[in-house]
């Protein structure tokens, strides 16, 4: 089945690090990738859809210079947390899909961000 | 009101149990529906898309209703190992839409 690999897993760093997240489509090209975090017994909240070869779209209320997001080929889109804070930490997860219409998206493993 | 409404559980069931969760979708130019399961501190895993004429895999069955606009996920014969959360996700005019999870767990 269709695999996305997310790097790092895990993160720890100091407050005002800016911290790079990796999302990769393995075995598909994925023209649309979504970002997501993720707080405790709390559901799935889209951050931003990231689009191939273009602007990312951003929800109500993500910060887009803060939550920078790139999308330079068909199987990476990367989110970089700019001057992370302690409110940053979180459990990031992007997802991608095929260009197929109506295929469902899958996630990749998460990365846990703690902020200190 | 929200897109995808999930009764959120949790569902707490003894192992043999047959369980289901049922899910509405408020978009009715709602495209494809699919369930997933998410453990804790883990990323969602896709379970199985829901069809129109319904679609079972194994223990898990899946039915559409289009009519009323939800769909359902059936577990029969409840093992330890389905106890997670799981998630229904519509998509409707290209995005994804997700229920706040419907919360399982199942009792030796």
């Known amino acids: 089945g269709a695999v996305v690999s997310q790097h790092p897993s895990r993160v720890i760093c100091k407050s005002g690090t800016s911290v790079k997240i990796e999302c990769r489509s393995l075995?598909?090209?994925?023209?649309?990738m979504f970002w997501y975090r993720q707080f405790p017994k709390q559901s799935l909240m889209l951050m931003a859809t990231s689009n191939e070869g273009s602007k990312a779209t951003y929800e109500q209320g993500v910060e887009k210079d803060k939550f920078l997001i790139n999308h330079a080929s068909l199987t990476l889109s990367t989110l970089t947390v700019t001057s992370a804070h302690p409110e940053d930490s979180s459990f990031y997860i992007c997802?991608?899909?095929?260009?197929?219409?109506?295929?469902?998206?899958?996630f990749g493993d998460g990365t846990r961000l703690s902020i200190l | 009101r929200k897109e995808v409404e999930q009764d959120p559980g949790p569902f707490n069931v003894p192992e043999g149990a047959t369980v289901a969760f049922n899910c509405t979708y408020s978009?009715?130019?709602?495209?494809?529906f699919f369930w997933y399961r998410q453990d804790c501190r883990k990323e969602p895993k896709l379970l199985m898309s829901?069809?129109?004429s319904g679609n079972e895999d194994g223990r898990f069955t899946a039915q559409l209703n289009r009519a009323s606009q939800y769909i359902s996920l059936l577990i029969r014969d409840s093992k330890l190992s389905d106890s997670a959360t799981y998630l229904c996700v519509v998509l409707a005019w290209n995005q994804f839409y997700f229920g706040t999870g419907t919360s399982l767990t199942v009792i030796p």
């Open positions: 997802s991608a899909r095929d260009g197929l219409i109506n295929q469902p998206q899958h």
């Open positions: 978009n009715s130019a709602s495209q494809s």
């Open positions: 075995d598909f090209q994925a023209t649309t």
């Open positions: 829901v069809y129109s």
